[in-house]
């Protein structure tokens, strides 16, 4: 499997504009995360699927970020419109729940760098 | 909510030194993972912990998960340069679906 894929890696835009990240997680993982990492406030979890279902948006800023699971195998994060102080590191991660030996570790993809001017 | 407090939040040593570091939370967890970041890429999962008391090694790593299940531990042995990166701490408590992680530990080694 290659792992959870992410994109872009790296994005530079101007304030205002919208900004969408992609993921695909590992296949057959049933719960997917967004987390977003700064320097100031570390890793903090964004949202996250189970099914393909939101379960907790709670971590999502303002209304200005929204996400989306149209399917297992993707998931967008949108920001519209975008900020300076959106930019940040976006971490996509996938797992499979369970009760076997390595159930409930997250994956992580290798993210994308925002950056918004 | 939860909270886990990580320590030391940054570490410099030199090669060959041994290095330990530890999470500690005000509720219980019934999983202890421990990743590492390095720069420019996510957080990579080291050792995975289920049981109170558990020590699991993965080469010259070592983590024990506590046996009040509120903290563990992560020691490096005989670091080495490419030991270098941001080592995270994250627990999953009961039937939970959200891991809570710790605010890192920057390690850097020194030849």
């Known amino acids: 499997d290659a792992g959870v894929i992410q994109s872009p890696r790296h994005e530079v835009t101007e304030m205002g504009q919208e900004v969408t990240l992609r993921c695909k997680p590992i296949s057959g993982h049933d719960y997917l995360f967004w987390y977003r990492q700064t320097m100031m406030r570390g890793l903090e979890l964004l949202i996250y699927f189970n099914n393909n279902v939101p379960i907790d948006d709670s971590g999502m800023p303002e209304d200005r970020f929204s996400a989306k699971m149209p399917n297992a195998s993707f998931s967008t994060l949108k920001i519209q419109p975008s900020e300076p102080r959106d930019s940040a590191v976006y971490f996509c991660?996938?797992?499979?729940?369970?009760?076997?030996?390595?159930?409930?570790?997250?994956?992580f993809g290798a993210g994308s760098r925002l950056t918004v001017l | 909510g939860q909270q886990l407090n990580q320590s030391p939040q940054s570490m410099f040593i030199q090669e060959g030194e041994d290095v330990s570091m530890n999470c500690t939370s005000s509720s219980i967890f019934n999983t202890w993972l421990w990743y590492k970041q390095d720069p420019g890429e996510g957080p990579v999962l080291l050792i995975a912990?289920?049981?109170?008391?558990e020590l699991t090694s993965n080469g010259r790593l070592t983590a024990q998960f506590g046996i009040t299940r509120k903290d563990s531990f992560l020691n490096i042995s005989a670091s080495i340069p490419s030991d270098v990166g941001i080592y995270f701490c994250a627990g999953l408590p009961g039937t939970a679906s959200k891991l809570t992680f710790g605010t890192g530990t920057r390690l850097q080694v020194t030849l």
């Open positions: 991660a996938s797992r499979l729940s369970g009760r076997f030996s390595g159930a409930n570790v997250l994956t």
């Open positions: 912990l289920y049981k109170a008391g």
